[in-house]
């Protein structure tokens, strides 16, 4: 199969498709990988590097796309690159489609097979391709949550360990799931006081019998959640319905009565955001302000660290690619229900239930489509 990697456009997003490691073990199975020249530069790995995998280097995007049956990527394609897809590619890359309806219209009307990280699953239900981005956006929200707390840019000025005869910052993380404990563990070893807020008794059971009295754990209802959001210096919020937008549970009455100068970090965005302020940002210009309350709502945190990110998502990405290289796309997920779980458009029709209802399209059994 012909594999294309072309460079990343978002905003300062330097992550790449395929690491040369990666690259390497494809071309060995006989495959052709196109990469685009520079891909990989920001973050070390160079034209060089690919070509000693096997990769052939292409000048531009267009190249890539025109060579390629198969697009891997990392971000949703942006509007220049939904244009150059056509009936009969494949594109594996996160989507995040329910909260954005031009990318889902642009991604029907090409006709393409779009697959997306974030919604392939595993045999215990979990999203093994979205966790070790959320291990690392957990992580990061917390050193993000800490710089925003500083009184040059606009946070409460508190240091989030606090230090001898001065009170700890209090941080509450809304949602116990991948990205919350990551988050939770960093702030606990900064010496935050914390409160985890989730809805499943399990969960805070878990963590409770992890961290003991270092923290708080609340079943999340209306009146705990406004308890906890209002009392804070920072909040995370890492709420996920697996493919659907994010619900607002944070509200902006419970924003208005923060802190002034406290921080949100809303790593839902890629969803839509979980608090009814929040509206996506970039890493170049990454916060604004409502209500005196400093909102992080970058929409790529992993992009930041980008080679840590490459690394992480190429472990868990590579044998899919592998698996729909090695047999095409429709075969392979005919033989793996896990990444059928991943199909969110196909030849035109959405496939992915949650993001119909999102964004008005109508709903198609991917089953149907593929003969199951």
């Not at 973050?43 to 060089?48: A, K, M, Q, S, W």
């Not at 009936?87 to 779009?114: E, I, M, N, W």
Request: proline share 5%; aromatic share 4%.
């Amino acid at each position: 199969m012909k594999i294309g990697v072309p460079k990343e456009i978002k905003n300062h997003e330097y992550r790449v498709g395929m690491t040369p490691a990666a690259v390497h073990e494809l071309v060995g199975q006989g495959h052709e990988v196109f990469v685009e020249a520079n891909a990989g530069n920001a973050i070390g790995f160079t034209d060089e590097d690919y070509q000693q995998a096997g990769a052939c280097l292409l000048d531009t995007a267009r190249e890539v796309f025109e060579a390629a049956e198969l697009i891997v990527k990392v971000k949703e394609p942006q509007a220049e690159e939904r244009a150059r897809l056509t009936a009969g590619q494949t594109l594996f890359t996160y989507l995040h489609l329910a909260p954005d309806k031009p990318q889902t219209d642009d991604l029907v009307a090409s006709r393409a097979t779009c697959i997306a990280y974030e919604t392939v699953t595993d045999r215990w239900g979990r999203l093994p391709l979205l966790a070790p981005m959320s291990e690392v956006a957990g992580r990061m929200s917390i050193q993000a949550g800490a710089h925003c707390l500083e009184r040059s840019v606009g946070g409460r000025g508190v240091l989030l360990g606090g230090v001898p005869g001065v009170e700890a910052a209090h941080v509450t993380i809304v949602g116990g799931g991948v990205v919350g404990q990551n988050a939770l563990a960093m702030a606990v070893g900064m010496g935050a006081q914390v409160t985890v807020l989730d809805r499943d008794m399990e969960v805070l059971r878990s963590l409770d019998h992890r961290y003991g009295n270092r923290i708080a754990t609340l079943f999340s209802t209306a009146h705990t959640l406004d308890q906890a959001v209002t009392r804070s210096d920072l909040v995370i919020g890492s709420v996920l319905i697996p493919g659907a937008s994010a619900p607002k549970l944070i509200t902006r009455d419970m924003i208005s009565r923060m802190p002034e100068g406290s921080v949100l970090v809303d790593v839902a965005i890629d969803q839509g955001g979980c608090a009814e302020t929040s509206k996506p940002t970039t890493h170049a210009d990454p916060t604004y302000i409502v209500d005196g309350v400093v909102h992080y709502c970058v929409a790529n945190m992993p992009g930041a660290v980008a080679r840590t990110s490459t690394l992480a998502l190429n472990n868990v990405t590579l044998p899919f690619i592998s698996a729909i290289a090695n047999k095409g796309a429709d075969q392979a997920m005919k033989d793996d229900p896990h990444l059928l779980a991943g199909l969110n458009v196909y030849d035109g029709k959405v496939t992915y239930r949650e993001v119909a209802e999102a964004t008005g399209h109508s709903y198609t059994n991917p089953a149907s489509l593929l003969g199951i």
